[in-house]
Nanobody, 123 residues
């Protein structure tokens, strides 16, 4: 069992940066691949990116590639999402999630989810 809690969301101007954190509890944290998803009002949950169990491999959606970076620290049970060059279209609730599959872009394959953190990018 893994419990996930996101933090770090907020309001930022276009072109700015934010760093989201995902804190996990549970001994099995290092055994899971982790992903970031986002959901804007009226839209389906969207894959942002993910990181392998060891942290050695990452995948990103085309919409964030080159601007967002995912990292994890298994010793601290933490995952991070560094978001640079933010755009208004990045506005959404951001979720971290855990899965036993890698790679995996389908949100239905993720077993554990955080409650989400709001990111708002103003133009």
């Amino acid at each position: 069992q893994v419990q996930l809690v996101e933090s770090g969301g907020g309001l930022v101007q276009a072109g700015g940066s934010l760093r989201l954190s995902c804190a996990a509890s549970g001994r099995s944290f290092p055994a899971y691949s982790l992903g970031w998803f986002r959901q804007a009002p009226g839209k389906e949950r969207e894959f942002v990116g993910m990181i392998s169990e060891s942290g050695g491999t990452t995948y990103y959606s085309d919409s964030v590639k080159g601007r967002f970076t995912i990292s994890r620290d298994n010793a601290k049970n933490m995952m991070y999402l560094q978001m640079n060059s933010l755009k208004p279209e990045d506005t959404a609730v951001y979720y971290c999630a855990a899965t036993g599959s890698f790679p995996e872009r389908n949100f239905r394959e993720y077993r554990y989810w955080g409650q989400g953190t709001q990111v708002t990018v103003s133009s």
